[in-house]
């Protein structure tokens, strides 16, 4: 079946412009977080949404980042007035459930270049 | 996704042979351990789990170990083929929680 799907793959952007990404979960499952990826570091943990539950904010590293999720399904990562150190992979991943039952199913990430 | 990062441990390997990738996790009431491999621009691909009631497990080509004592885990893959070159890492959970944590990762090259 389909796996975790993100848009776009890559995305370079210049410092000062807002950007969007796309992650769409696997079809069924009610766990969604987004990871950031950076050079020589291991996977930073930004958002985590439940089902309708009020997400986990707390990863996120400052307020010109935001997250949402419609419907239960599709969410959007949003990084308002991008700054070079935003540079890095996202990834979004998904579980069809958490309480440590299940891995995370990534997709292949959004590479943002902030030039 | 990408490899992470410049400076990660590196395993050199024979075809042919087998490779042992080693991981110390942090929390010892993790009860839920991963391991992910993650080739070149692509996201995190699971491999194996593990659950704290066992100490050991295999699957196809691969076997992880568990040991609670000194808060290790390790990969055994068997019979490394080309195809394994990438960046594996383990993750940790555990029961009540939808935190994971992640390692940073080994890079696994195998050479022909």
């Known amino acids: 079946g389909a796996g975790v799907s993100q848009s776009p793959s890559n995305k370079v952007t210049e410092k000062g412009k807002d950007v969007e990404l796309r992650c769409d979960p696997i079809s069924g499952h009610t766990a969604l977080y987004w990871y950031r990826q950076s050079l020589g570091q291991g996977l930073e943990f930004l958002i985590y949404f439940q089902g309708n539950s009020a997400p986990d904010k707390s990863g996120l590293p400052s307020d010109r980042f935001s997250a949402e999720r419609t419907g239960g399904s599709v969410s959007t990562l949003t990084i308002q007035r991008t700054q070079q150190e935003d540079s890095a992979v996202y990834l979004c991943a998904s579980s069809p459930s958490t309480g440590g039952n299940s891995p995370l199913h990534f997709g292949n990430g959004t590479r943002l270049t902030v030039t | 996704g990408e490899n992470v990062g410049l400076h990660l441990p590196t395993l050199s390997v024979q075809e042919g042979d087998n490779s042992i990738i080693n991981c110390a996790y942090s929390n010892s009431a993790s009860d839920y351990f991963i391991w992910y491999k993650q080739e070149s621009g692509k996201g995190p691909q699971f491999i194996i789990d593990?659950?704290?009631?066992?100490d050991k497990r295999q699957g196809q080509r691969v076997t992880v170990l568990l040991n609670k004592t000194v808060k290790h885990l390790s990969l055994q893959i068997a019979a490394t083929q080309p195809g394994d070159s990438a960046v594996y890492f383990c993750?940790?959970?555990?029961?009540?929680?939808?935190?994971?944590?992640f390692g940073t990762g080994t890079r696994l090259k195998v050479l022909a």
């Open positions: 993750a940790e959970t555990g029961s009540g929680t939808y935190k994971y944590i």
């Open positions: 593990i659950r704290s009631n066992m």
